[in-house]
């Protein structure tokens, strides 16, 4: 339908969803302020470092085979620590339809210069699926943060594959099912899904990567950051809260207390559920708007967390000034496209998000449209 937008600026502001937005109730007050400023190899700190990863495991519901760790250098480090470590094995396949899936495709080939097959996609699209070999190890992210696709679920991962699935999961997880039996690896981060603090990834190994790591040697150097075994061994210290090198123990607290709230809430089905009720009030936003429509066009690879926008005969600078005058009036924040995408708008759905707050989103992307364009 055709929607004429108001002039006059909406009632109220709208503190929007950017990918750092706190679960509702959140407040420095509740954060267990005992283990701060304390070390990380103390009993108390590795306390709350197998808290936190326990937690993850719980509200991920990551079956017992999988180990869970906390690495530096938030998900980029989690990424390029598995593919320094294991990748060189075998042949390697790199997925991209975003920029950071280009990321992983420049580190195999400027970097580790493996010479991987390459499947692309433009922006909103995905490869073809059907045309990957588990021959080789394939590395892809399961949700593209800045375009806001997803894989459609885990079915195209082989059962009987001979190499590595590694999946970027940074704005997947929370939100979407996992196909944990056909995920040797996953990374993530703390700021996405969780509305947390930077700096800090989130490493998952399957058996077969750690079958991986304690049988192949890679043919370049490590740095210490990156080093996952010793003597031909997994280090499982770093598996049970024993850390590579000194986390920061706010940020752990900070991640500890979002998910307590996500098991009060209902876990991870609740989770799923807020983020797909996000989705489509946005989805309803966009439809009332003759102006706005999806970069990804087809709903079954659509994020429910990144929700990324088209917006009618708009620039680069068109979308620099629409996200600065939201800014300006406290509206919303970072709601421009990721620098590499296509210009247009940027919307985060995920479950620490309220469906009210997306819903408030409208009349003031109504007033941006229209004071921009008198």
Known sequence: ???????????????????????????????????????????LGKARLRLCIDLIREVLQVPDTHRIGIVPGSDTGAVEMAMWTMLGARPVTVLAWESF????????????????????????RLPDLSQVDWNSD???????????????????????RAGLSIADATSAVFAQDIAWDKTDVLTFSWQKALGG????????????????????????????????????????????????????????????????????????????????????????????????????????????????????????AFIKRFAAVLEEEGAAYDVASYRDAPPGLRVWCGATVDAADIEALGPWLDWAWASLRQ
């Open 101 to 124: 899936g280009e990321g992983w495709v420049t580190d195999a080939v400027k970097q580790l210069r493996l010479d991987p097959t390459i499947l692309r996609a433009d922006y909103g």
């Open 1 to 43: 339908m055709t929607h004429t937008p108001p002039i006059r600026k909406p009632a109220r502001p709208f503190f929007s969803s950017g990918p750092c937005a706190k679960p509702p109730g959140w407040s420095p007050d509740k954060l267990d302020v005992v283990s701060l400023g304390r070390s990380h190899r103390s009993a």
């Open 197 to 316: 603090e930077g700096a800090h990834g989130v490493l998952v190994l399957g058996p077969r990567a750690v079958e991986r790591l304690e049988s192949h040697v890679p043919a370049w150097p490590l740095p210490k950051l990156f080093r996952l075994t010793k003597g031909g061994k997994l280090i499982e210290g770093i598996f049970t809260g024993e850390t590579i090198n000194t986390p920061s123990m706010l940020c752990v607290e900070d991640a500890i207390w979002t998910l307590e709230w996500a098991r009060g809430i209902g876990g991870l089905p609740e989770m799923k559920r807020r983020a797909d009720a996000n989705a489509a009030a946005l989805d309803r936003l966009v439809a009332e708007r003759h102006w706005l429509g999806h970069l990804a066009d087809d709903p079954a690879i659509r994020s429910n967390t990144s929700v990324c926008l088209t917006v009618e005969g708009a620039d680069a």
């Open 138 to 160: 394939v590395v892809f992210t399961w949700n593209g943060t800045t375009s806001g696709v997803r894989v459609p679920d885990g079915e195209w991962i082989a059962a009987d």
